[in-house]
């Protein structure tokens, strides 16, 4: 993998890119299907695979039901150390509360908005039911300012997940509107600690307060709003203290609106075991694993006994200094390294991936355009006249495609522009077959996949969870300025 990237800070330059990266993968389904591809040719019609119980069964419920209640409110927090910073957070703290429950566990989250604008809550990853996505407009009305909404679900997989806005992301997300939810597998942990670090980066002013201008005509028309402060957990440094001989799970969730990161983990002994939530049936390689916005990455971290003094994991997408992301100090009596295989819970079956054979593809052009006619009506924005596109329409103007419940088909993202798309859809996995064309051979599901500029990615998605799905780019002001469509998953044609 190649890339150049031109990154100037704190001034919000453009970031001029040409990369490539990762992604991938998921799904499922039960028995025969002969359905015909319905834009498929009669003559490309080919014979489905059976595919088995690829993502489990699904969990017996547990009949615990773990209630929570998630406030959005404004609240004040230092991260430069120049000044107060004012947030929008969920219970007054950046991130949010940890949602952490069993495998099989029900949750019952209670959201009230005690803001002044509508918001709601979207559960990055979770195969919740549709009504309980969180996407206004789509799924629910969005949750207008003294109103609450009430989300009950049973999440079917064990993972890292997390909940953030889904209401004009590119201020909510970026005011802090964010937090993990941890689904534990259903068998004890065996790591030492088990911490999730959520990375996000801000773009604040010298006086510590965030820049105001969250529609900046140029980052919306390049690669969306970058910052000019990292923070794990809210803070700069989230403090990690480890023994020698100690075996970490750390769950590493990209938070930001737009910044990506290319991990590195130093000397740190570093095994990827599971990417957006599910694991990734073999060990991956967690050096140079690129985590775009709404990625995460477990990953599996053995401290040698006779280890000390600092580690640290690092980002060097830019190309420039690398950025410390998180510093581990290790000191104190070692301990008996902890022995056994990473985890691996149920997972789709995603061994045969690259040789299924899609009954269709969907191809998704990805640009932008100057659209000097009326300015598409955004929040008074004067930059507002660029509009990011999918087969060129724009959010919320969007065609829906209908995909089978249970078809597999590919899907190919086409991106016709010079900035990232880290496109992301909701409702279900998929995996990455192929860049450019040439095949490539990932072994786990995604949920979110960084198409690079110019670049061409193809996914295959077995369409598991019926609904209609958003598919958004999830650098927050592309999504807010047009790129999103509608993915319905129907049995209607079956
Ligand atoms: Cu993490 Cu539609 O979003
Ligand atoms: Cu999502
Ligand atoms: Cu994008």
Known sequence: MTKE?????????????????????????????????????????????????????DPLPSGTVREFTLTAATGVTTISGAGPTDVWAFNGSVPGPEIRIGLGDTVRVTVTNDLQVPTSVHWH??????????????????????????????????????????????????????????????VPDPYTQDVTLLIDDWLLKEDGKLDPDFDFGEDIRHNGR????????????????????????????????????????????AVGVAVDGLYAGSPLEADGFVLAPG?????????????????????????????????????????????FDPP??????????????????????????????????????????????????SWPDASTHIADL???EKLRFVNDSSAFHPMHLHGQFFQVIARDGVPVREGHFRDVVLVGAGETVDVVVVATDEGTWILHCHIQLHAEYGMATLYEVSSAGR
């Open 5 to 57: 990237v031109a990154w100037s800070t704190p001034d919000r330059s453009t970031v001029a890119v040409a990369m490539a990266a990762a992604a991938a993968i998921v799904v499922l389904v039960v028995g025969a299907l002969a359905v015909v591809g319905r834009s498929g040719a009669p003559g490309s019609l080919v014979e489905r695979q059976n595919f088995t119980v690829p993502y489990g069964q």
């Open 125 to 186: 990853g979770i195969r919740v039911p549709h009504s309980m996505d969180g996407v206004p407009g789509v799924t629910q009305a969005p949750i207008a300012p003294g109103e609450s909404f009430v989300y009950e679900f049973t999440p079917p997989d064990a993972g890292t997940f997390w909940y953030h806005s889904h209401k004009r992301g590119n201020e909510q997300l970026e005011r802090g509107l964010y937090g993990a939810f941890v689904v534990e597998d259903d």
């Open 226 to 269: 970058w910052g000019s402060d990292l923070t794990i957990n809210g803070v700069r440094d989230p403090g990690l203290n480890a023994r020698p001989g100690e075996r970490l799970r750390l769950r590493l969730v990209n938070t930001s609106t737009a910044r990506i990161y290319t991990l590195d983990f130093g000397l740190l002994q």
């Open 295 to 339: 990625n995460r990455l477990d990953v599996d971290v053995t401290i040698p006994v006779d280890a000390s003094g600092v580690f640290q994991i690092s980002d060097g997408f830019t190309g420039g200094d690398p950025l410390t992301l998180v510093a581990i100090n290790v000191e104190g009596t070692p301990v008996e390294p902890p022995s």
């Open 344 to 393: 691996n819970g149920s997972v789709p079956d995603w061994s045969s991936a690259r040789n299924w054979h899609p009954d269709r593809v969907f191809e998704l052009a990805l640009t932008g355009e100057e659209a000097n006619s009326q300015p598409v009506g955004l929040a008074g924005d004067p930059e507002g006249d660029f509009r990011w596109t999918i087969n060129g329409r």
């Open 406 to 408: 249970g078809g597999t």
